[in-house]
């Protein structure tokens, strides 16, 4: 995005206009000295996969603007999803980043989309792929079952991030950064028309290194990431894309006990920087590419084909150190740790064929949809288990660590498995839109054929699951002329589940169902826009990590889980210098069905009742401080179980509030055009926070981390 004068009326609010235009194509439009980028040709928006409007889908949907998201100077999604209504991110704290750790009314989700197609990911291991923040346009968050759509996913709902597209008008932005624990960060993102072709590129790259929250570890990153528009005719696209990311260090994977931290302990406590681990024996690296391409082609004003297809291939490395209840003496704060490292690799390819076009049928409108979608992923796991003859390593201090204790050279290995997994999956789906006046009906389907493969290396037999499902979605949403829109929906969702029990078994699949009512509101101008929801979602054999086994790698499978709350969220423009957005969600989550586990009538963990979140931002636009823009927001996550049984305590609620400041550095000097500052305050009052698997295992949120960042754009 290019402005020559950004700070004169809002980004957000032009992002937002832009949303609610029916324009779905590649363009930019100007206007009094401003370039607004509207989203391309090849985006299908994540509730329908279609190019209607989320407003017209009868579910809730929640989209994060990525002008917004730089304003909050978010380094992950985890961080991106704190102000999304319904959403429980950063469940293990801030220090441990290498995931993207979410709930989304109350379910885990442990795969997130890009651009339409899945991350891949098997559930269960560490070799997870993540994109940076710099290469989004947007965030979406869709709630309730999705499998209509999508195939294999939880009931609660899905995130899709919406990748930067070339454009043609020529834009730059570099970008320099630093602040808190040595932050030093640079990126540049460039796009625009090469010469006078039918190509237009983008290019991003960033290098990031920062200091992680616990002592002796650090951050580091490196992206990259080219595309390629081409606009082989008037009516076929071709886009063409790369996505490479190294991780050298990764901060820490590893808590530490609640005694001390949760809760007090006479005998000592921990800090935020506590690191129960050895800098001699911690290392957490990862890399990964995806390459992909796509296709548009449209056959006429009505119908369109579009193919979306991505290879992936990634490695991880891990050494680490892991804990159990019975290795922590609360009495003297000694913590005996278990060694241990990973190598994964994983390969994968995803293909997703839509065939959408539009019908007249009287006064019936059709918005039909089919689709064939693919994927498969193979990947291998070597895991080892270690002992060390140094006997002060398993007397380690919590209340005084020392995190130089262990000599690697002396290490030898006690356990050692290599687990190699393959995965497949086919669907066929199809959906229709129908509008009828004012009034839109929704219905769709899909059929699943999953199938799995896991084997030890030198089994002599290897465990296979085959599964099949149908997966359905109806629903209504009526326009008024007073701007609201009351909906209903239905929406199932089905989730197999690779590998056995610990009893050997295979797992039955997951299966879920949601209802939901609610309402949405748009006003005639579009400066205020509101829904409110109510929903109902049962999910049946809900695997969840034993919480008997003694190092938390075991599962088993529960009978039933049921979801219900309210979620309300609100955007409104004040006026062309000030916007807010608010947010409040009521959720109550129990295990309804369990016979064999003692669960029944739980709470599952990282479920508030209660969380609520409010940013606002205001632009001077006149004065001696024209230029200027004052932004800030506070969230609230309220008080949620501390484990799976629910008899260790709670986890406490907490406020933090977030500060963002920015200036248009031209309004200085004419020579500083197109340059601007951010000064952002995360956590402004050093909140201390928490979150817990169990009373064993718990990790601080993030303390208050300051951050200055200057970008100029040509």
């Known amino acids: ?85 319904g959403v429980v991110s950063e469940n293990k704290g801030s220090s441990v980043t290498m995931y993207d750790n979410f709930t989304v009314r109350g379910f885990s989700v442990n795969q997130s989309y890009y651009d339409g197609l899945v991350l891949q990911y098997l559930s269960g291991w560490n070799l997870q792929p993540q994109i940076d923040p710099i290469a989004l346009q947007q965030v979406e968050v869709f709630k309730g079952p999705t499998s209509v759509l999508y195939g294999a996913m939880p009931p609660g709902g899905m995130i899709n991030m919406i990748a930067k597209t070339p454009q043609q008008q020529a834009a730059t932005e570099v970008n320099f950064a630093t602040g808190s624990r040595n932050l030093t960060e640079a990126s540049i993102d460039t796009t625009g028309q090469i010469a006078d072709s039918d190509f237009a590129y983008r290019v991003i790259a960033l290098a990031r290194k920062q200091d992680s929250q616990v002592d002796g570890m650090e951050q580091e990153r490196y992206v990259f990431a080219p595309s390629l528009d081409w606009q082989a005719t008037d009516k076929t696209l071709l886009n063409f894309n790369l996505y490479y990311q190294k991780d050298p260090s990764m901060g820490i994977n590893s808590a530490i006990p609640a005694s001390g931290t949760v809760y007090s302990n006479p005998n000592g406590s921990t800090s935020p920087s506590t690191y129960a681990g050895d800098i001699n024996w911690s290392q957490f690296k990862r890399e990964f590419w995806l390459a992909g391409f796509k296709v548009n ?91 060390t003859s140094n006997s002060a390593f398993y007397q380690f201090n919590l209340f005084a660590p020392n995190n130089d204790m262990l000599d690697a050279s002396s290490l030898t290995s006690v356990y050692d498995s290599t687990t190699n997994i393959k995965v497949w999956q086919l669907g066929g789906y199809f959906q229709d839109q129908i509008r009828i006046g004012d009034l839109v009906l929704m219905a769709g389907g899909r059929w699943d054929r999953f199938e799995s493969e896991s084997a030890n290396v030198g089994a002599t037999s290897s465990t296979n699951a085959n599964d099949s499902e149908f997966s359905y979605r109806v629903g209504a949403l009526y326009n008024l002329e007073s701007g609201f829109s009351p909906f209903i929906s239905y929406a199932t969702s089905f989730e197999p589940q690779p590998g056995t029990t610990q009893f050997g078994n295979n797992y039955e699949p997951e299966k879920g169902e949601q209802v939901e009512v609610g309402l949405k509101y748009q006003s005639q101008d579009n400066t205020l826009q509101a829904s409110a929801s109510l929903y109902r979602i049962i999910k049946s054999d809900m695997v969840v990590t034993d919480p008997s086994s003694a190092n938390y790698q075991d599962d088993i499978q529960v009978g039933e889980a049921r979801s219900q709350g ?30 064999e586990n003692g669960l029944q009538g739980t709470t599952p963990i990282y479920v508030p009742h209660h969380s609520a979140n409010l940013w606002t931002n ?49 309004e200085i000097s004419d020579s500083m055009t197109g340059a601007s500052a951010n000064l952002i ?23 208050r981390s300051v951050e200055l960042n200057v970008k100029y754009q040509f």
Request: aromatic share 12%; net charge negative; charged share 20%.
């Open 566 to 595: 309210v979620e309300f969220q609100a955007s409104w423009l004040v006026n062309q210098d000030w916007d807010i957005n608010g947010s409040y969600t009521y959720a109550d989550m129990e295990i309804t069905k369990d016979s």
């Open 618 to 666: 205001y632009y001077l636009s006149s004065g001696p401080l024209r230029g200027a823009r004052l932004g800030g927001g506070a969230r609230y996550v309220g008080e949620m179980e501390m484990d799976a049984t629910n008899t260790q305590g709670k986890v406490p609620s907490y406020t933090i509030v977030d500060l963002s400041v920015g200036y248009d550095l031209g």
């Open 1 to 85: 995005m290019k402005i020559s004068h950004p700070f004169v009326f809002s980004t957000l609010a032009a992002a937002l206009l832009s949303a609610l235009s029916t324009s779905s194509v590649a363009e930019t439009t100007e206007s009094e000295g401003e370039t607004i980028t509207v989203l391309g040709q090849t985006y299908r928006n994540t509730a329908t996969k279609s190019a209607l409007e989320p407003e017209e889908t009868p579910q809730g949907v929640t989209i994060l603007d990525g002008d917004l998201l730089q304003q909050r100077g978010v380094k992950s999604l985890d961080q991106a999803l704190r102000y999304a209504p």
């Open 297 to 387: 082609h449209e056959f006429n004003d009505n119908w369109t084909w579009l193919t979306n297809t991505r290879y992936l291939d990634a490695e991880l490395t891990q050494h680490n150190t892991y804990h159990t209840a019975a290795n922590f003496d609360q009495s003297t704060g000694t913590l005996s740790r278990n060694i241990y490292s990973t190598e994964e690799e994983s390969e994968g390819f995803t293909i997703d064929n839509q065939l959408s076009g539009v019908v007249e049928w009287g006064n019936w409108q059709h918005n039909l949809l089919f689709g064939l979608s693919y994927q498969r992923l193979k990947g291998s796991s070597n895991y080892q288990e270690y002992a």
């Open 681 to 703: 305050a995360n956590n402004l009052f050093d909140e201390e926070s928490y979150t817990c698997y169990d009373n064993a295992n718990c990790w601080y949120g993030a303390e």
